[in-house]
């Protein structure tokens, strides 16, 4: 009996000793949370999934969710509002003093290189899609975001845009292919803001010409039409900013809203939306415009707003029943009503830049495509209950309008530098209004140049 | 009484007649506490004969005048007594933990004497009744090259354990820990950026003793995952003899070790007055007219009366509360052993609503079927509940109050709820009145194993193991806090890790004749670790009295996730000893990971060792001063396999946008990714000199880490952040010396004291792509790792109160050109500290004297430096509406004024950039702890059958000295607290507790 039990210890030892010398198989372990590379990027169902997640990364905080809304409208404060947040970086845009490692600007940058990787990798592996038109609208679309990311990028870390000169002034590096393999990495320079824009333009023009004219929340032909039409404006080519404006305008199907506070806060878009950001409550990333700009009681943070309006910026509206006027709140400070929803949509581009960009751009060009620039004014004041114009009208009217239209919607940089404005008493191409290249790509990029200034 | 002296009477008389011859001799065993030992050898020496003690310690035998009786029992100094006229010898026996304690190895057990390897030995006496709640925290300054620090002073904080440097720079920093054979789960489960201690559920008290395998020689036989140090923690386990009930409980209360000077409202008042001055202009009375913003902040109370002056410190770091009591039985016969503990900890923490409460069970039992079969289990569970805060970077966390004014009340008029309405930031009181944040951690640790000597010398031995931990958070911010636009918020996170091992190998054990020892051991081990993950989340709740997800009315996120990795390893071991004097040791590991590619999912890990134990030769044997002196080398190889489960693949991970799905980049692929591998070379020196009086060890290493597993940074560009690449090298090379002193050894008064002193120097000694910069810290070639990197601050003009930095910029010949500049873009940043000290020592004494016992540890380390992230708003001369420290009272206010505080200019740049100004040496000698105790004489508690009663005092991190101006020379930021990087910063980082507890000891 002991004996037997011996030899069964015996068997049993040498049972465990020999049966794991087969086990290598289990050190071979998929992941369940993530897909490979070769997978994702071999069906055409997929690609879509990264291009809506580029829309996705672009609506992040870091960029259109608030990040590059509040470096321009904060860097074009000369006044009109306070910063209240306790937030270095977008207290250094107010100052007009940021650093070069100011995470604000370095998530602008990084997210924004983000989307264009995405996009690149759609437009890299356009060859799966079979339904041509399906392939058409996703390059339409990821030339879109591509084109969308390097303007604004453009803008934001170069001199201004000068029409009437060579813009040999370095912008931001431009990378046109996909990454995917670290073997195919590089530490590009920087490229000249001619170059950019005139990327900028190719890409933006070949969505406008791919794009259909309807498509759903993403970007269309007339989104494409739209933002053309900001960037001719923004490069002083008005006659295409007309065009561009007075085709969207007559032809996009959009509308202007019944009043002011129908164009905000809705949770799908309105209908002078040409594009919006989407916004829902279950996103992972928040919506920034409204944690910096609303009261506690609507999504921001405690305390004051952290960007609360001065009485400065109320001065610019002649006529106590314009609903632009009194789109405003008080919670502590003056709150603006324009970002109060946290999960309302974020409008993009509203139909009635469209009015403002064909009014300035006609007048400036005394030409009157589509109307004349006082009936163009005459209709977004109608719109918010303002007086209307009876008499002509002049350049800063036209303007002045923009403003009350525009505000708080991340133009005040970017019209300052465009107008040649001063901020402040900044003039609009001194250093200290551009952004600096972020401290951690000159560290891990030696081929990128410092902006002047930093 | 009387039948006793009768029979000595008799014994005497009767003495001279049986005078050298064989007689009865007989007599009781005892341990050192007089606890009868059951099972002592006794033999006459040089013959066969010989008795062992029964169950009440009392042998008897057979002996002449003039035999020598030999007492041995294990883990006991034999003790020889040569017979003499008497026939009873009672023999007391004590503890044999000296040279030939028997060391826990891997896979294995050594004695002392014959380790060629470097290890660090902790024995309970020295940990237990150190009344703090992690296990690591009791170590601190035990161990020589072993820097252990404790993030900050929540009591669930991450805990760091360092044992020689910083060997990696991506990969993980962490030693393995080995709970009696099973590698422990040890991955961090906190959901937030700070970092939660994952072995806070083991109970300290359980633990015999922890071996720190600090070479490689020691620690190669863990592979892959041996570069850090391996932490061996043996349980507890019974005693041969009668069975023993010790019940330990003790209570107390903590603060903070440091607290630091704010200004009142007075000093505020002034200071942000002078501020906007400097700015606005002295007519803008924005801040001090009626309704300005002094008023707002004062919330309708006059500050101008001196009605409202609220210090937020006291409000954040508060009076902390320890309770700690254990009840354990143990005992065991020939055949089995056993030891059953339960343990209730409750500490609540110096930062206010931050508590932990801890349950725990243990139950060893070891028992033997046969001569050559034993089987054994030991098992625990606990359960313990953290009340946590937010991270050190949340408005919620206390100690960010410091930032609110003295002039906002802390509460409304009404005292209760907190004011949330005129504070400059969200209030924390509001988040503890209106909100809560639970973790509940549920740990199970079985090992159970089988041991069976096939032949004589050759045994084999099964260990399965398995470990559990689950971990549920619940959060809930109701609807006046900073969720109050959703009308509250909870989440609620599970988390299941569990990790099972199978360890199987053989032991063979030789004795050639002419002293030749051989050893070999054989085996294989797997292991299996995965983890699974469910969150849920959801905003709108009808009441803040509903504060499960439950109530939400609208489920805003949820997310389930699973993964698994696996490590399957082949170890040998040989030690071999020539006439007890050379000793050769090698070892080899074959590791393999699936969290590899797949070309490089094998590793070799070997090691080899040297010793020679000097002291037995001839020319050094009769000498009375020397009694042991060893030398030692030794070198091997160690890898680090410490990287995401998936770091070699190119993923994509599922997403949204606007409710659809998405796929979102996730890695980049790395198919040539390998093991991290750590070269190490010690050589060392044991020594006992005047008959062990004063013993020690000297050791010198060096640790060479090629191929790093780098997260490395790259171009944004790409579109990608970093990839995990194997890329460069380091290294890190010490001193070690540990010196033991028997200072006085008298029957009732003994003395020893202990030093340990370290060195430590990191480099890193190849970095292709060049520098890392993350933050204020910096990897470079030919620099410490994570070295500070920063603008050299050059204090104030005097002439105009701006702030001045050095400009150090480099010139033709190398030298720094130290022009002084307002203009902070004129100066480079330059290599101005290290977070890690250069050097370390440990100094422990224990005293005991009659009844009394007495001991403590210094515990010093210098040469690291500490970054405060939040100095530009605590102490940036009210550029920010943030209470100041009052050092910023020293502003410069006229010119010639010569201070390093710049001119006071509210919302306006001027000497807060990221600067020297805001980095200190952190440098400190810390009494770490201190205990005083009393054991009532015997005769007194044996009245009750007690055998000993003991009443102590205890006492933590009680006296600090150091030049630290901030809260404290260990506490850091938590959310770099996982960051391999950003090291030594501070921001509104609590400080540890100082803990003082009386306590008692009972054992039956």
Not at chain 1, 169 to 179: D, E, G, N, S
Not at chain 1, 279 to 303: E, L, P, Y
Request: proline share 3%; glycine share 8%.
């Amino acid at each position: 009996m002991i004996m037997n039990n011996y030899r069964t210890i015996q068997t049993v030892i040498v049972l465990l000793s020999l049966s794991f010398w087969g086990c290598n198989d289990n050190l071979t372990i998929d992941p369940e949370q993530y897909l490979n590379t070769e997978k994702v990027i071999s069906t055409s169902e997929n690609l879509n999934k990264i291009l809506n997640n580029a829309y996705g990364t672009a609506r992040a905080s870091s960029s259109y969710g608030g990040g590059i809304n509040l470096a321009s409208e904060l860097i074009g404060n000369g006044g009109d509002l306070s910063w209240n947040g306790t937030y270095v970086g977008p207290a250094e845009f107010n100052e007009k003093a940021m650093l070069p490692d100011n995470g604000f600007v370095e998530d602008i940058w990084m997210n924004g290189y983000s989307v264009i990787n995405q996009a690149n990798i759609v437009i890299e592996n356009l060859e799966v899609y079979t339904d041509p038109d399906e392939k058409s609208t996703k390059e339409g679309e990821a030339k879109f975001l591509r084109g969308l990311i390097y303007f604004d990028l453009g803008r934001l870390f170069s001199k201004p845009f000068n029409a009437s000169a060579p813009n040999t002034q370095l912008a931001v590096p431009i990378t046109l292919a996909a990454v995917i393999d670290p073997y195919t990495l590089e530490s590009p320079a920087r490229n000249t803001l001619d170059e950019v824009f005139n990327r900028v333009v190719t890409d933006l023009t070949d969505a406008y010409n791919k794009l259909p004219a309807s498509n759903s929340f993403y970007a269309n032909k007339y989104s494409a039409a739209a933002l053309l039409a900001r960037v001719y404006l923004d490069m002083g080519m008005y006659d295409k900013a007309r065009d561009m404006a007075d085709e969207v305008i007559r032809e996009s199907g959009a509308s202007l809203t019944g009043d002011f506070a129908g164009a905000f806060n809705n949770d799908s878009n309105s209908s002078e939306n040409l594009f919006a950001w989407q916004v829902t409550s279950q996103d992972v990333s928040i919506n920034d415009n409204n944690t910096f700009w609303a009261g506690r009681d609507f999504g921001g943070r405690s305390g004051n707003p952290d960007v609360s309006i001065e009485d400065q910026h109320l001065e610019i509206y002649d006529d106590p029943n314009d609903q632009r006027a009194n789109f405003f709140y008080q919670a502590r400070g003056m709150a603006t009503t324009k970002w109060k929803s946290q999960f309302g949509n974020i409008s993009f581009i509203r139909l009635a830049e469209m009015y403002l960009i064909r009014a300035e751009s006609n007048f400036r060009l005394s030409t009157s495509i589509g109307t004349t620039p006082i009936s163009d004014i005459n209709t977004l004041r109608m719109r918010s209950s303002a007086a209307t114009y009876l008499i002509a009208i002049d350049l800063e009217t036209i303007l002045k309008e923009r403003k009350r239209e525009l505000a708080f919607e991340g133009f005040a940089l970017f019209d300052a530098k465009r107008l040649g404005n001063e901020v402040g008493s900044i003039p609009h191409n001194a250093n200290n209004l551009v952004l600096p290249i972020p401290q951690r790509e000159t560290d891990a990029n030696t081929n990128l140049v410092q902006n002047d200034g930093y | 009484m009387k039948i006793n002296i009768l029979f000595l009477f008799t014994s005497i008389l009767f003495s001279s007649v049986t005078m050298a011859q064989e007689k009865d001799i007989s007599g009781v065993v005892k341990d050192g506490e007089g606890i009868p030992l059951l099972g002592v050898n006794i033999i006459i020496e040089n013959t066969q004969s010989g008795t062992q003690t029964d169950f009440d310690g009392n042998y008897s035998i057979k002996a002449a005048p003039g035999n020598v009786l030999v007492y041995s029992f294990v883990g006991f100094k034999p003790r020889k007594i040569t017979v003499g006229q008497e026939s009873t010898i009672n023999v007391t026996m004590t503890v044999d933990n000296e040279l030939d304690e028997v060391i826990v190895l891997g896979f294995g057990k050594q004695s002392k004497r014959k380790v060629t390897d470097n290890i660090a030995s902790i024995s309970s006496d020295e940990i237990n009744q150190i009344p703090v709640a992690s296990m690591q925290g009791a170590l601190t300054g035990k161990a020589a090259g072993v820097q252990i620090q404790q993030i900050n002073g929540k009591v669930e904080g991450g805990v760091k354990m360092r044992i020689r440097g910083i060997s990696t720079i991506s990969s993980s920093q962490e030693p393995l820990y080995v709970i009696d054979g099973l590698p422990l789960i040890n991955d961090d489960e906190s959901v937030s950026e700070a970092p939660m201690n994952p072995l806070i559920s083991l109970n300290p008290n359980d633990i015999e003793s922890i071996q720190i395998l600090k070479d490689a020689s020691s620690a190669a036989i863990y592979g892959a995952r041996g570069t850090n140090g391996v932490v061996l923690i043996t349980t507890k386990q019974g005693k041969l003899g009668k069975t023993k009930i010790s019940v330990n409980t003790a209570t107390g209360w903590s603060e903070a070790t440091n607290k630091v000077d704010w200004l009142n409202a007075e000093q505020y008042v002034e200071l942000f007055t002078e501020a906007s001055a400097n700015s606005y202009g002295a007519d803008d009375l924005w801040l001090t007219e009626q309704g300005g913003y002094f008023d707002d902040m004062a919330n309708g109370l006059d500050w101008r009366t001196g009605e409202v002056d609220t210090d937020w410190q006291d409000l954040a770091l508060v009076k902390g509360y320890v309770q700690d009591h254990g009840i354990s039985v143990s005992g065991g016969n020939e055949k089995t052993l056993f030891y059953i503990s339960g343990g209730y900890n409750n500490t609540e923490g110096i930062v206010r609503g931050n508590t932990l409460e801890r349950y725990s069970y243990r139950g060893n039992i070891d028992h033997r079927v046969s001569d050559r079969f034993r089987v054994g289990l030991n098992s625990s569970l606990s359960k313990t509940h953290v009340k946590r805060l937010g991270t050190d970077n949340s408005f919620s966390t206390p100690l960010q109050a410091i930032a609110q004014s003295p002039l906002s009340p802390p509460y409304l008029s009404d005292g209760i709820v907190p004011n949330n309405e005129s504070t400059i930031y969200y209030n924390f009181l509001m988040q503890q009145y209106n909100g809560s944040w639970n973790v509940n951690i549920f740990r199970a640790i079985m090992n159970t194993y089988a041991e069976y000597e096939i032949i004589p010398g050759l045994r084999f031995k099964s260990e399965i193991g398995y470990d559990n931990n689950s971990q549920l958070d619940e959060y809930f911010a109701g609807s006046l806090t900073e969720s109050a636009s959703t009308n509250g918020y909870a989440d609620a996170t599970s988390v299941q890790a569990d990790k099972y091992n199978l360890n199987n190998y053989f032991t063979y054990n030789r004795e050639f004749i002419g002293n030749y020892d051989l050893e070999v051991v054989a085996g294989m081990s797997f292991e299996e670790s995965s983890r699974k993950s469910q969150y849920v989340a959801g905003t709108g709740y009808p009441s803040d009295d509903l504060q499960t997800v439950d109530s939400a009315s609208e489920i805003t996120a949820g997310s389930t996730t699973r993964t698994k990795y696996n490590f399957l390893s082949y170890f040998s071991r040989a030690t071999f000893s020539i006439l007890d004097k050379y000793l050769l040791k090698g070892s080899i590991r074959y590791d393999g990971s699936s969290r590899f590619g797949a070309s490089n999912r094998y590793g070799l890990f070997p090691a080899a060792s040297v010793g020679w134990i000097m002291s037995e030769e001839e020319f050094i044997k009769a000498s009375e001063v020397v009694s042991l002196l060893k030398f030692r080398a030794s070198y091997g190889v160690t890898g680090n396999a410490g990287i995401d489960n998936f770091a070699s693949l190119g993923l994509f991970r599922g997403a949204a946008y606007n409710k659809t799905s998405a796929l979102n980049p996730y890695q980049l692929p790395n198919k040539d990714l390998k093991w991290e591998r750590t070269t190490q070379f010690d050589v060392g020196l044991d020594f006992g000199f005047f008959n062990n009086k004063l013993t020690g060890e000297i050791d010198y290493y060096i640790k060479n880490t090629n191929d790093l597993l780098l997260n490395e940074p790259l171009p944004g560009t790409s579109g990608w952040s970093s990839i995990t690449r194997n890329v460069g090298s380091l290294e890190n090379s010490g001193f070690e010396f540990v010196l033991n002193t028997k200072n006085i050894v008298q029957e009732n008064l003994s003395w020893t004291s202990s030093l340990n002193l370290s060195t430590l120097k990191n480099e890193v000694t190849s970095l292709p792509k060049g520098d890392i910069i993350s933050g204020r810290n910096l990897v470079r070639e030919g620099e410490t790792i994570s070295s500070f990197y920063v603008v050299e601050y050059a204090g104030v003009d005097p002439d105009n109160g701006d702030a001045l930095f050095y400009t150090n910029t480099l010139d033709a010949n190398g030298n720094r050109d130290r022009t002084k500049t307002s203009d902070y873009s004129q100066a480079e940043r330059v290599i101005a500290g290290s977070p890690y000290p250069t050097f370390m020592a440990g100094f422990t004494n224990n005293i005991s004297a009659y009844n009394f016992d007495f001991s403590f540890t210094f515990q010093g380390e210098w040469g690291a430096s500490i970054y405060n992230e939040g100095g530009k708003f605590q102490s940036g001369n009210a550029r920010y509406e943030d209470n100041q420290t009052l050092d910023q009272m020293n502003r410069w206010q006229n010119p010639g004024d010569i201070t390093m505080v710049p001119q006071a200019r509210m919302y306006s740049t001027n000497g807060q950039q990221a600067s020297t100004r805001y980095l200190e040496k952190s440098d400190f000698v810390r009494l770490r702890n201190l205990s005083l105790g009393y054991t009532l004489p015997k005769d007194i508690t044996q009245k009750f059958s007690v055998d000993r009663v003991r009443i102590y005092f205890t006492g933590v991190n009680l006296l600090t000295f150091t030049d630290y101006s901030g809260y404290d020379p260990e506490s850091t930021y938590d959310n770099y607290g996982n960051s391999n990087i950003q090291k030594g910063v501070a921001f509104y980082s609590a400080p540890p507790a100082k803990t003082y507890t009386i306590g008692l000891n009972i054992d039956l």
